[in-house]
């Protein structure tokens, strides 16, 4: 059985061109903070990932902390201020909202002061992508990155987060990036590595991953790959859309990242669902993949107005570079017999 992998906002698959720069950087011996040549060899690596990273992000002139992943950096920006947020964003910056902002049924954010407020630029589980005010302090860029043509410098955030194994890097690295000037508190504090907002020898062979992850990605948005994986899920949405009547597509009307579909078959267990599919080859989730698994309604769907019981029958299915049509169509194909069969066990 070919087993077909539909979990991209979980974590894409390693690009080629990250294991080549990871494999390399493997080999540098030398600490990028020793003045020696091994210290500047493993330094110019480090550079030269910032600068990959910067140029992919539209961050010319930011600054690039680099971090163990989108959750440190989310502590990093968001540690020791008080934030108004929203529900739907995910658990590593909920964490830190101290005034939960409402969220229409849209699945849309208002926010009222933006200077301390956060406000994730694209949802994990809906792909609803937001407009960000500006002046915003925090946005979680992670699921956009690599995905939208986005730039920092023009989304007017005053700090963003973002994860390479969300785009083809490895897990394990993140970054938070930050208009240059920006007062920050270090929360690992030590020989004051990156800039002093994060101590502690940085991950060369990580770093190296992120950056040419980045680069590959900035590439493929060029070259209209991802317009052809929004048309895959489009196939998709049409194709489950016609075989089921009890089935609620979240988001279909509203601006989406081009991979993600999220659908709720009220009284379906979501995590019933995964499972069923998983036995048949496909890897799907029920949510954020930090959340999965936990038998509990969907915080995002909740927030959105969804009842419990449709919140908690909702599952995602996102996309990446290497779907295939015949992926969705078998998907779709399977998704449908088990629906089939669920209608008629509860009737």
Known sequence: MKRVYLDHNATAALRPEARDAMIAAMDLVGNPSSVHAEGRAAKAVVEKARTQIATAFGADGADIVFTS????????AMAGRDFQGAAIE????????????PVAQSGHVDVLNAPQSTLQLANSETGIVQSLPAGLAVTDA???????????????????????????GPKGIGALVMKRGTDLAAQIKGGGQEMGRRSGTENVT???GFG??????????????????????????????????????????????????CFATPGWKGETQVMQMDLSGFAISAGSACSSGKVRASAVLTAMGFDEMTASSAIRVSLGPETAEEDVLRFAETWLEKEKKHRARAA
Not at 147 to 164: Q, T
Not at 231 to 259: C, H, S, Y
Request: charged residues 20%; glycine residues 8%; without cysteine.
């Open 206 to 208: 990580g770093i190296a």
């Open 212 to 261: 040419a992850a980045a680069e590959a990605a900035s590439r493929d948005l060029a070259n209209g790959v991802w317009e052809n994986v929004a048309e895959l899920r489009n196939i998709l949405e049409n194709a489950l859309e016609a075989g089921t009547k009890a089935t609620i597509f979240v988001g279909k009307d509203q601006g989406r990242l081009p991979n993600t579909l």
């Open 90 to 101: 995910h658990d590593a910056v909920r964490a830190w909202i101290d005034e939960v902002l």
């Open 69 to 76: 992943g989108a959750t440190e950096a989310a502590a990093l």
């Open 142 to 168: 992670t699921q956009a990155f690599g995905k939208l043509p986005i730039a920092f410098n023009w989304l007017g955030a005053e700090m963003a987060l973002i994860s390479a194994h969300k785009l083809g």
